[in-house]
């Protein structure tokens, strides 16, 4: 998460690029990354970043554990 002091000034972009960086410099083809269903702010981030949703998960327990009805993996080619 990130404070709302410190939203859309690109730390996210930037935190994102160097991991996915640091992915390629170890010789990784793609990455993956998670967030809640229906965080549209992670999820937008992600996208922008290139990824792309690759697999919904959705399960009435988790929703009643965590308030969110489910996860996304997405994944981007490095």
Known sequence: GTLPAHRRR???AALLEHACEEGRRRGHTRAQISCLIEND????????????????????????????????RMERVL
């Open 41 to 72: 702010p992670a999820r937008r981030a992600y996208e922008r970043a290139g990824f792309a949703v690759e697999e919904e998960r959705r399960h009435p327990e988790f929703a009643a554990l965590l308030g969110a009805p489910g996860f996304l």
């Open 10 to 12: 690109g730390h996210v």
